[in-house]
């Protein structure tokens, strides 16, 4: 480490005191955003989860970067470990865009349990139709 | 060797020839890097699926309902969302920084000093799994959720609860309302029997919270059964039954009964928690054992300032790491 002992004590203290900052400021907005603090007061979802996002990955650097002392690391060490986890980014987005597919087909599925079953009985063959076309959609 | 690392000279062409350490970093302390980076593409395995079965559900339990007790410290334990796992979550920090304080004082070739901190260490990973335990045993006991069935269920619609008579008794919710399913003693047919710490609960819409217990107080579904308020099935749990009002829904005015949550919310929470609990286990282990080398000697005579500790430090801060992302997956969103 180029850092003296009495430095890397010091960016320690400091660390773990803006850990606890965040971790306090997510609790709160997580509760503020639900309504909890102040009554009847809801943010949108994709506000509330971007702002827990954000902070978590703040809080994911300072603990790798900082605790875990990659900051002092050689950079090609730091390219072989970071790299191959930002293929992480792809499986989210692809495994959530699936997830929300099938939320539409069992949406879709229960919505056609539900039709009136005398409506079924008598269009029968343009009922089917529909079905798969609105999967097909 | 690893204690001195700089960012200079890459111009060095021979560096990859052999002979050298090209990311100045011992083969131990490397390894440890890249077996973090395949148990965090585990862990991320896990908690993707989380998210991608949540996603693909139209409704979902509500963390800040599932997770809202606290041990009994003369407080009521419940309603109290995010109380006990935040403090946790400070316990893990915690633990975190002691670590880190240990490492440093290893550099230092202080061995009284690594032990000390060490020391810290261990009793914040142990408190953190106490803590861990007491969750578990919470919910498994109390609120009687398995790894295939999630007592925590939350509406799709508005809707109002019926009384003993099968008539609206008032008690109104609105969609998104999250519910906990209570269970009567099936085992004894004791009318004290449906009675546990969950009932008064959890549950319910903001203003319906009063009815709830209330509801429940004045009855005794002694067995199994259909009763009009309620349909208790055969392992015993009551499912309350409603009427729904939600305005356009081809639902309107039909009576149901509270269904489970999903299924697959009990294994993705005891499987996700449970396998982050055993890296803290076996980190307290590992943990235990490099203290004890410590206090014994044995790093000092290899002058290399403390290394194994700063292995260990490295998969300790993973382990925090990992809590961080479960923190946010399971608790917060």
Not at chain 2, 14 to 40: H, I, V
Not at chain 2, 309 to 329: A, T
Request: charged share 20%; proline share 3%.
């Amino acid at each position: 480490m180029g850092l003296s002992y009495e430095a890397s004590k010091a960016i320690a203290n400091k660390t773990i005191i803006i850990l606890g900052i965040i971790t306090i400021s997510e609790v709160i907005f997580a509760l503020l955003g639900k309504g909890y603090i102040i009554e009847g007061m809801h943010f949108p979802l994709i506000v509330i989860s971007g702002v827990m996002i954000l902070m978590s990955i703040v809080k994911a650097y300072l603990i790798v970067y900082e605790f875990m002392h990659m900051k002092y690391e050689v950079p090609g060490l730091v390219k072989t470990v970071i790299l191959p986890t930002l293929l992480l980014v792809w499986a989210v987005i692809a495994f959530f865009w699936e997830g929300a597919d099938w939320n539409k087909r069992r949406t879709l599925i229960k919505d056609k349990n539900q039709e009136p079953i005398g409506l079924i009985d008598n269009k029968a063959s343009t009922q089917t139709g529909m079905l798969i076309k609105n999967i097909e959609q | 060797m690893a204690e001195t690392l700089t960012h200079t000279e890459t111009d060095n062409k021979d560096l990859w020839d052999g002979g050298k350490a090209p990311f100045k970093a011992s083969y131990g302390k490397l390894m440890m890097w890249y077996f973090l980076l395949s148990d965090a593409f585990t862990f991320a395995g896990f908690l993707i699926a989380y998210g991608t079965l949540r996603v693909s559900m139209d409704t979902w339990p509500i963390p800040d309902k599932v997770f809202s007790t606290i041990p009994d410290i003369g407080l009521d334990i419940h309603n109290k969302p995010l109380y006990f796992v935040t403090f946790m979550t400070f316990v893990l920090l915690f633990s975190s920084y002691t670590m880190v304080r240990a490492v440093q004082e290893g550099h230092q070739e202080n061995q009284k000093g690594v032990a000390f901190w060490m020391f810290l260490t261990i009793v914040g990973g142990a408190g953190f799994l106490g803590c861990q335990a007491w969750e578990w045993n919470t919910l498994i006991n109390l609120e009687h959720m398995s790894i295939t069935r999630s007592t925590f269920g939350t509406h799709g619609e508005a809707g109002v609860y019926l009384d003993e008579n099968g008539k609206p008794n008032g008690e109104a919710f609105g969609p998104e309302t999250s519910y906990l399913l209570h269970k009567i003693d099936v085992s004894t047919h004791d009318d004290h029997g449906h009675g546990d710490h969950g009932d008064h609960s959890h549950g319910d819409a903001h203003g319906a919270e009063a009815g709830h217990g209330d509801a429940h107080g004045g009855h005794h579904y002694a067995a199994p059964g259909d009763y009009k308020d309620a349909y208790v099935d055969e392992d015993g749990f009551i499912h309350r039954k409603f009427m729904v009002t939600e305005e356009g829904s081809v639902n309107k005015g039909q009576i149901l009964h509270e269904p489970f949550g999903p299924k697959a919310f009990g294994a993705l929470f005891f499987f996700i928690t449970g396998f982050h609990g055993f890296h803290v286990a076996s980190g307290l282990l590992f943990l235990l054992i490099i203290m004890i080398n410590v206090m014994t000697g044995l790093y000092i005579k290899r002058k290399n300032g403390y290394e194994m500790v700063e292995k260990i430090g490295l998969y300790w801060h993973f382990v925090d790491l990992v809590w961080v992302f479960v923190f946010l997956v399971f608790y917060l969103l």
